[in-house]
């Protein structure tokens, strides 16, 4: 059962660049709900305090103590943890309305963000929808719809099917006119949920299926459409602001071409591909369309961009994007309140001659996802341990989580979104390598590793990006950081100075030396370390606060305050500063350091144990083949095979769901099914048998 209404008193530090300001004597709404959850409400919150609004978070069971909760000033529950019971549960949520006398609704973005129902419900009862009104957002909402009034506002669209498609059969149909390939997607959709790739029939009939259940699991419409695949495009979209007076402005451009299953990873503002007359013309398409559909609030036109500059409407967004930070960042505008201010009636402050560009500014999107899994499937687990690096200046964390928060299968596995502001693309790049280097996960595994090798790889840098960035870049998927010779031995330097420094203290009681009945040499340690596939000789000397350390017949000196205690580990090495993490340590001497963003682990031991550890018998590895395991936490959606049933290498077996997200998992080799040991419906964690062949 869920606790009735309950006052809640909470604030969260984050840091913002608004020159926004914030007239106390403005009046807009007494009390503004949120029908969301995580960071996108903690965001809307935080804006709501600056404007004297007070504010009701709703929450399922499951998050009763969630961040978002504490910062609002009620919170009630709508339903137990299934967002369909819960945050899309739009009778729970009008209820909560009545009770708490709420005036206005801010939906964030996914749940009832863009949906047209909800809309009108508010409207009926007089509840002011900080969005669009429901004209725009069905027009907008429905991508067959949009695509059509595009069009007839003059705006550059894809070549594609303008209707619905019925099945699987007529998919096919449809892309063969079309051309391969082609993307099938959503029409009601959003966030890379319900979108296929298909190159050929096959691809096609499977792409119908899967969308058609993703759309149905996470919009409720499983409606589809196809178009032709652009390949190797960018994804650019522009943001717009418009009122109910006629005033319409174009935000500037965000670069979103960094993306994994159509989902967005890195986000930039300004790109660096626009050139001003380009960048003017999809602004100026964005706002004809925009005033087509006469619409009012904050949202975002998003087009696919060649290598020629030629660009094609995709979709409109009739929300607050989830990116829309690095846009505050270069314009200081707070889109929040300027989406409040409109909801009220009040006209725009601004004249498109007013919109700068000012700076840089990149957004990491931080997932609690295993990069080397597809480039992240979802990881859950709680907490243990959360340190968001604000200690590096110019650096904005939108979080709606800390420390001893789970990361549950019910909802985005998203830890938070990393902005870092600069004068230019160079200063906010490398406040984003140090602001990864700095930020503290604990208890969940993240994708830091990825976000930290896309900032620094040379063609991202040099701004030669697409939406195939990622297989391009890594066609056998993410390995990790590859260290240069000079890195593995500031690496292996640093660990067995970690290593030297724990033996020193464990050889002390209360602060004075123990006495060993061996004469030891506690200055002086020869080492063996091993990394990977390979066995390093190490000599560390200590002289002071200072290690001296020879690796591969090279000496770096390497000096830190060496407190064991702290997450991070800032350490010098021959003048070059390095900020890393020591994940874990134990007696056996195994270490796992966070260096540059990817884990190594290593193990040191003497020179003595090193020549015993031979004889010790090796653990051997269980032949895979012939099993299957969910490789990631969530919810069977469905089985193909029984016991007894022939399968061939790369047939499917099952479909796993995560976060609204449904994987097909398929035999790793021909064979004959031994047991199935899960069903339809069932939930599953990372690692759980699923099938076995004989």
């Not at 560009?357 to 080397?372: F, H, K, M, S, T």
């Not at 090796?618 to 490789?631: A, N």
Request: with cysteine.
């Amino acid at each position: 059962m869920c606790a009735a209404p309950h006052s809640r008193c909470y604030l969260i530090s984050s840091r913002t660049f608004y020159t926004a300001e914030y007239d106390p004597n403005e009046k807009t709404f007494e009390k503004l709900l949120i029908a969301n959850r995580g960071e996108i409400a903690c965001r809307v919150i935080k804006t709501c305090k600056k404007m004297g609004i007070k504010t009701v978070a709703v929450h399922s069971d499951v998050d009763s103590s969630a961040v978002h909760v504490k910062m609002a000033d009620e919170a009630v529950c709508v339903g137990p943890a299934p967002t369909s019971k819960s945050y899309l549960n739009m009778d729970a949520i009008m209820e909560a309305i009545k009770e708490t006398r709420a005036q206005a609704v801010h939906p964030g973005y996914g749940f009832l963000s863009e949906n047209k129902e909800f809309a009108r419900r508010l409207a009926s009862e007089g509840v002011t929808f900080i969005g669009p009104d429901t004209h725009a957002i069905q027009a907008m909402g429905d991508k067959i719809e949009s695509k059509l009034l595009a069009k007839n506002a003059k705006v550059n669209t894809i070549p594609g099917f303008d209707g619905v498609v019925k099945d699987a059969d007529e998919a096919v149909r449809i892309a063969r006119e079309i051309g391969y390939p082609v993307m099938i997607k959503a029409s009601a959709g959003g966030g890379g949920k319900g979108m296929r790739i298909a190159w050929d029939d096959e691809e096609t009939r499977e792409g119908f299926r899967f969308s058609s259940q993703e759309a149905a699991s996470s919009f409720g419409d499983d409606r589809l459409l196809i178009e032709k695949f652009i390949d190797n495009p960018r994804h650019i979209e522009i943001q717009v602001l418009a009122d109910n007076h006629g005033n319409a402005l174009w935000l500037n451009e965000r670069e979103c071409s960094i993306q994994r299953r159509n989902q967005k990873v890195v986000e930039e503002a300004p790109s660096t591909f626009l050139d001003p007359e380009t960048r003017r013309a999809m602004g100026e398409q964005a706002v004809a369309l925009a005033k087509a559909v006469k619409y009012s609030s904050a949202g975002t036109v998003e087009f696919l961009v060649d290598a020629k500059k030629n660009f094609y409407f995709l979709e409109m967004n009739t929300r607050l994007q989830v990116e829309h930070p690095i846009t505050e960042c270069i314009t200081g505008l707070d889109l929040v309140q300027e989406m409040i201010r409109v909801a009220k009636g009040y006209p725009l402050r601004h004249k498109q001659a007013d919109i700068p560009i000012n700076g840089w500014a990149v957004e990491c999107r931080v997932y609690a996802e295993d990069p080397y899994k597809s480039f992240g499937l979802p990881s859950i687990g709680r907490l243990s341990q959360y340190q968001e690096p604000l200690c590096v200046s110019n650096v904005r964390v939108d979080s709606g989580i800390q420390e001893g928060s789970d990361i549950s299968i019910y909802y985005d596995p998203m830890i938070s979104k990393l902005i870092t502001y600069g004068s230019d693309r160079t200063e906010a790049l490398q406040r984003m390598e140090e602001a990864l280097d700095n930020y503290v996960i604990r208890g969940v595994t993240h994708n830091i590793a990825l976000l930290r090798e896309v900032i620094i790889h040379p063609r991202f840098v040099q701004g030669d990006i697409s939406t195939k960035f990622l297989p391009d870049v890594y066609p056998d998927g993410f390995k990790g950081h590859k260290l240069t010779d000079l890195e593995k031995r500031e690496l292996l330097a640093t660990a067995t100075c970690l290593y030297v420094t724990e033996q020193l203290r464990s050889q002390q009681f209360l602060g004075t030396p123990r006495i060993s009945l061996a004469k030891l040499d506690l200055n002086n340690w020869d080492l063996s370390v091993q990394l990977g596939d390979g066995t390093y000789s190490v000599t560390v000397s200590k002289y002071g606060s200072i290690f001296s350390v020879e690796v591969d017949g090279m000496k770096l000196n390497v000096t830190s305050e060496w407190n064991l205690a702290s997450p991070l580990l800032p350490v010098t090495i021959d003048g070059t500063q390095r900020t890393m993490q020591c994940l874990s340590r134990d007696a056996a001497g195994n270490i796992s350091i966070q260096f540059l963003g990817t884990v190594y682990k290593l193990r040191i031991l003497t020179k003595l144990a090193a020549e015993l550890s031979k004889y010790m018998p090796e653990k051997t590895e269980e032949d895979t083949t012939s099993i299957l395991r969910s490789p990631m936490p969530g919810t069977v959606v469905a089985v193909s095979v029984k016991p007894g049933d022939l399968v061939s290498k790369g047939q499917e077996i099952c479909v796993i769901e995560a976060m609204k997200m449904q994987n097909s998992l398929s035999a790793a080799k021909s064979g004959k099914v031994k047991t199935v040991c899960c069903k339809a419906g069932e939930t599953v964690g990372e690692g759980d048998l699923l099938v076995e062949l004989e």
